[in-house]
């Protein structure tokens, strides 16, 4: 009977420069096994961890045809291109301020939650090696333009594959643009020790009433945030939202933190 099975196919090993998973296919007739090493072999751990928490998504949509109308005005007026991230940090650190609940931990035996007082946002990034979540730290005391710089140095980072290991450490809470490549609503996957995270989805032009009943073009991006429902109820989510949903519509409430 042995003889009559096929022989198993050769295995060719990748030597991984890159996440294995983001090499190109190259047309074979083999099947091949590729190691899971690196930030894949990270993601492995942490998602798994991840199923042990018992999370809720709570969506909503963002109007922000206002901070597209400045971060036009900011282009023309002073060179500086600035990307929707910047203003969302933010908006989530001034949220974080009144929910801190959010930006907590629980430690290993379920028994206290740890209120951080450092708001170190974490940023999901599609980068050279794969999915990575460098950090950047002390938001609270970042100003927008400070964020932009930071995250500038951090996307460089990861089109370059190599990041500092204090970059993608002491992450307290994050927050995943994947609208910048595509899909109109996610549902994130909180990273353990953390306790909640936020996905945004690509922002489209579409037609919404204004308070005269008219009806008027605007930018919309979905936002979705998964929680820890051991330590954060569905209320403290929505209040948590109502705040930076107000502060990203009304940049001016932004820059004000109220
Ligand atoms: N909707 C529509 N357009 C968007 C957008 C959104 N939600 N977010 C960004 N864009 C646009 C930007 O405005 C920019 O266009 P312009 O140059 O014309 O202004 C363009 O997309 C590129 O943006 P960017 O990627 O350079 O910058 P960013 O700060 O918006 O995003 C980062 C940075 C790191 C979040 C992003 O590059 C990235 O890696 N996203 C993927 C995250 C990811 O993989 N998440 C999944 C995690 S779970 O597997």
């Not at 003889?3 to 991984?16: D, G, H, I, N, Y």
């Not at 007026?77 to 301020?97: D, E, G, R, T």
């Not at 999901?124 to 979540?133: C, N, R, Y």
């Not at 204090?166 to 595509?182: H, Q, W």
């Given at each position: 009977?042995?003889?009559?099975?096929?022989?198993?196919?050769?295995?060719?090993?990748?030597?991984?420069?890159?996440?294995?998973?983001?090499?190109?296919?190259?047309?074979?007739?083999?099947?091949?096994?590729?190691?899971?090493?690196g930030f894949q072999k990270a993601m492995v751990k942490t998602m798994t961890e991840s199923l042990n928490i018992p999370h809720f998504v709570y969506a909503d949509e963002l109007k922000i045809t206002r901070l597209s109308e400045l971060r036009k005005i900011l282009k023309?007026?002073?060179?500086?291109?600035?990307?929707?991230?910047?203003?969302?940090?933010?908006?989530?650190?001034?949220?974080?301020?009144?929910?801190?609940?959010?930006?907590?931990?629980?430690?290993?035996?379920?028994?206290?939650?740890?209120?951080?007082?450092?708001?170190?946002?974490?940023?999901?990034?599609?980068?050279?090696?794969?999915?990575?979540?460098?950090?950047?730290?002390?938001?609270?005391?970042?100003?927008?333009?400070?964020?932009?710089?930071?995250?500038?140095?951090?996307?460089?980072?990861?089109?370059?594959?190599?990041?500092?290991?204090?970059?993608?450490?002491?992450?307290?809470?994050?927050?995943?643009?994947?609208?910048?490549?595509?899909?109109?609503?996610?549902?994130?996957?909180?990273?353990?020790?953390?306790?909640?995270?936020?996905?945004?989805?690509?922002?489209?032009?579409?037609?919404?009433?204004?308070?005269?009943?008219?009806?008027?073009?605007?930018?919309?991006?979905?936002?979705?945030?998964?929680?820890?429902?051991?330590?954060?109820?569905?209320?403290?989510?929505?209040?948590?939202?109502?705040?930076?949903?107000?502060?990203?519509?009304?940049?001016?409430?932004?820059?004000?933190?109220?």
């Amino acid at each position: 009977l042995e003889s009559l099975e096929a022989p198993p196919p050769p295995v060719q090993k990748l030597a991984p420069t890159t996440s294995p998973s983001r090499v190109q296919s190259v047309p074979s007739d083999t099947d091949r096994v590729e190691p899971i090493k690196g930030f894949q072999k990270a993601m492995v751990k942490t998602m798994t961890e991840s199923l042990n928490i018992p999370h809720f998504v709570y969506a909503d949509e963002l109007k922000i045809t206002r901070l597209s109308e400045l971060r036009k005005i900011l282009k023309a007026s002073h060179n500086q291109s600035i990307s929707f991230m910047p203003f969302l940090i933010k908006a989530v650190s001034n949220a974080l301020q009144r929910y801190p609940v959010l930006n907590s931990s629980i430690d290993d035996r379920c028994e206290n939650v740890i209120y951080h007082a450092r708001h170190n946002i974490g940023v999901a990034m599609d980068t050279k090696v794969g999915l990575a979540v460098p950090v950047i730290k002390d938001v609270q005391n970042l100003g927008i333009l400070e964020i932009n710089e930071e995250l500038k140095r951090l996307i460089q980072s990861g089109k370059q594959g190599v990041f500092k290991p204090s970059d993608l450490a002491g992450g307290t809470f994050a927050v995943s643009n994947i609208g910048s490549i595509g899909g109109t609503y996610m549902k994130p996957v909180i990273l353990p020790p953390q306790v909640a995270i936020i996905a945004i989805g690509t922002s489209q032009l579409l037609p919404r009433y204004d308070e005269n009943r008219n009806i008027v073009p605007e930018e919309i991006a979905n936002i979705s945030v998964a929680a820890d429902h051991r330590v954060i109820d569905g209320a403290t989510v929505a209040n948590f939202v109502k705040i930076l949903k107000k502060q990203v519509e009304n940049p001016y409430l932004l820059f004000l933190n109220i």
